[in-house]
C-alpha cells in the first residue's frame, strides 16, 4: 500500500527569514551603541592600570639607584641600564614599554610640578587637556576626576 504524503520543504519561509532580520537589527540598535561605549572607558582603565605597573617599576628603580630616571633618561630607563651603572638591577619591566591604549608614547617627566615624576598619556585626542575620552591620563589623579 502506497501512500502519499506530500513531503513539506526543509527550511525557512522568507516571513520567517524578515522577523529575524528584524529582531537582529533592533538588538544591535539598542545594544551596539552601549557596548561602544564602553571601549572608551575600557581603554581609560588601560591606560591607568599600565600607568601603575610602570609605577611599581619606578619605585624598584628608585630603590636600587636611590633616585628616579631623569626626563632624559625616560621610561627606557626601566628596561636598559642608563650609563651602564652598577647599582642597575634591571630591567624592571618584564616587556618593551607599550604604547598608550591610542597608540602613543607614554608622556614621563622627572622631576615634576606633581612629585617626583609625572607619567602621561594625552587620550583619544592625542593633546594636553580635553574632557570625557579625549581626557589625559595621569599619574598623579584619576579617571574622571580633575
Known sequence: METNFKHREKGFSLIELLIVMVILGLLAGLVGPRMFGKVDTSKQKSAKAQIGLF???????????????TSE?????????????????????PKEIPTDPWGNAYYYESPSEHGDYAIISF?????EGGQETDADISSWKDIGKE
Open 55 to 69: 609605577e611599581a617599576a619606578l619605585d624598584m628603580y628608585r630603590l636600587d639607584m636611590g633616585k628616579y630616571p
Open 123 to 127: 587620550g583619544a585626542d592625542k593633546a
Open 73 to 93: 633618561e625616560g621610561l627606557t630607563a626601566l628596561r636598559k641600564n642608563p650609563g651602564e651603572n652598577e647599582k642597575w638591577d634591571g630591567p624592571y619591566l
